[in-house]
């Protein structure tokens, strides 16, 4: 370039990183796809979001690594759970982590920790236990709860938490062969948990099995060992799932909006489907009806 076009040279190539088509070799890829997306506000909203993962086992360290990878300000990390030795082969990180009788939080700190991401607060506590979601919805701006197995208990405890604080959260289980990712739910504007799971069970073919099924899982007694039952699910479905749901709760977290705000999306990974389902709300919740505005329509 010659010397009398420096000048336009330099605002130019300015004008382009600006516009996201150049970027500056110290930029960081991962925040400047991000800008392109969300726009520099939206990415900018990462910097300070909290955000809290219910659930610390092989899905929720998953999603906290992509989290941790795009450098939102701070995760809250709550489990109880020690690993197994057959653990190590569902975790992402180095299996010399996953050391038998080792915390989930200790193992996803520490797996966030060798990709460089310090700013993880573990919490010791079940993932029903009330007064440890209390402290995660209040601390976060938002809630991820990861469940590799379907616990209707867990998901009622944080919604209970969730609506007390007014915070967002979603939801992202494995019901058998099924991933049920979605939706998010938001006090007071969307449906909240409980409206979702009777929309869910409305679908459901055989209600008296499932009612069954799903009592067997309401509050799991635990082995006299103290041991777990495993977890039926392969690793390539978590890293679905957890691919998924980081990518609905980024544009929530930087914006506000989600393509599952009031929607879910099943997952079937036995007969290879994908199927979406739109969450309404429903009249005289008992759950969230004290959220709703005072003054509404007569019959809602």
């Known amino acids: 370039v010659s010397s009398s076009?420096?000048?336009?040279?330099?605002?130019?190539?300015?004008?382009?990183?600006?516009?996201?088509?150049?970027m500056r070799p110290a930029d960081y890829l991962p925040r400047v796809y991000l800008s392109m997306r969300f726009?520099?506000?939206?990415?900018?909203?990462?910097?300070?979001?909290?955000v809290g993962i219910v659930g610390c086992g092989p899905l929720g360290?998953?999603?906290?690594?992509?989290?941790?990878?795009?450098r939102v300000d701070r995760l809250v990390l709550l489990d109880d759970r020690a690993a197994r030795r057959e653990d190590a082969a569902y975790f992402d990180c180095a299996t010399r982590i996953v050391?038998?009788?080792?915390?989930?939080?200790?193992?996803?700190?520490?797996?966030?920790?060798?990709?460089?991401?310090?700013?993880?607060?573990?919490?010791?506590?079940?993932?029903?236990?009330?007064?440890?979601?209390?402290?995660?919805?209040?601390q976060c701006g938002f809630v991820l709860v990861a469940l590799e197995r379907y616990s209707p208990s867990v998901l009622h405890a944080a919604n209970r938490a969730a609506l007390a604080a007014g915070r967002p959260w979603m939801s992202v289980y494995f019901d058998g062969s099924e991933a049920v990712i979605g939706p998010i739910y938001v006090p007071g504007e969307t449906a909240c948990y409980n409206e979702f799971e009777i929309q869910n069970e409305a679908c459901i073919a055989g209600q008296d099995d499932y009612h069954v099924y799903k009592n067997s899982l309401a509050e799991p007694a635990a082995p006299a060992d103290g041991r777990?039952?495993?977890?039926?699910?392969?690793?390539?479905?978590?890293?679905?799932?957890?691919?998924?749901?980081?990518?609905?709760?980024?544009?929530?977290?930087?914006g506000g909006k989600s393509f599952l705000l009031e929607r879910a999306v099943h997952v079937d990974f036995e007969r290879a489907e994908i199927d979406y389902q739109d969450v309404l709300r429903l009249p005289r919740c008992p759950a969230c009806a004290p959220a709703r505005p005072a003054y509404r329509h007569t019959f809602l």
């Open 5 to 22: 076009r420096l000048t336009d040279a330099a605002a130019l190539i300015e004008q382009l990183v600006a516009q996201k088509v150049l």
């Open 39 to 50: 726009g520099d506000a939206g990415a900018a909203a990462l910097d300070p979001a909290s």
């Open 61 to 70: 360290a998953r999603m906290a690594r992509e989290l941790a990878r795009v």
């Open 99 to 138: 050391e038998p009788g080792a915390a989930f939080v200790q193992i996803t700190t520490q797996s966030l920790h060798e990709i460089g991401y310090a700013s993880a607060s573990p919490v010791h506590a079940a993932l029903h236990d009330d007064a440890g979601l209390t402290r995660v919805f209040e």
């Open 228 to 254: 777990r039952a495993p977890d039926p699910v392969l690793p390539p479905f978590l890293a679905i799932a957890s691919g998924w749901a980081t990518a609905a709760a980024l544009p929530f977290v930087a």
